[in-house]
């Protein structure tokens, strides 16, 4: 048995969940969000928790089990405190700053790069070169966290680009002087 699978999500105060066939949407502080689950799963809501069971034993239903509760769990607490990724921006001339609902990035081209916050996202800026991006849905706040780290990753001789909060950067040895 899916030692995740078979953990049941707990609903906490303030959401409010619905199943409707596969469809498991929950309403909370941050908005609605809402993930199919597929049907070799069986879904069902006993007093204050989400209960997720495997129809039979076959391979694939097994490897959809602790999927399909990661995924509501996910659901569920992306409406209560949401979620959020941190980048940093290191490098002389490199800074961020927000113009409306687009985030303006100068990393060294000779252009700027702008990349428009898709809706239910949000983007802030602190110290020009720290960026937040925070919403209820852990994948779109992923993705859009990729694709900014994406457009300067960090470089291995002096570590400049975006890079996420903590990440460490492999550094290697630049060229030794002939001597």
Do not use: C, W
Not at 132 to 138: D, H, L, P, V, Y
Request: charged content about 25%.
């Amino acid at each position: 048995m899916s030692r995740i699978g078979k953990l049941p999500v707990i609903i906490p105060d303030g959401v409010e969940v619905t199943i409707n066939g596969q469809v498991v949407t929950a309403k909370g502080p941050l908005g609605t969000e809402s993930v199919e689950i597929r049907p070799e799963i069986k879904i069902e809501k006993i007093d204050n928790t989400i209960v997720l069971t495997r129809i039979n034993d076959e391979r694939k239903s097994r490897s959809l089990h602790g999927l399909s509760r990661t995924l509501v769990a996910n659901v569920v607490n992306g409406v209560k405190t949401g979620f959020v990724k941190k980048l940093e921006i290191v490098g002389v001339g490199y800074r961020a700053q927000m113009q409306g609902n687009t985030l303006n990035l100068a990393l060294g081209y000779s252009h700027p790069v702008d990349i428009v916050a898709p809706e239910g996202i949000k983007i802030a800026v602190d110290q020009n070169t720290k960026i937040t991006i925070s919403g209820s849905n852990k994948q779109a706040v992923g993705d859009i966290a990729a694709l900014i780290r994406s457009k300067r990753p960090p470089e291995v001789y002096k570590g400049k680009g975006i890079k996420y909060e903590g990440e460490h950067i492999r550094r290697k040895a630049g060229k030794t002087g002939k001597k």
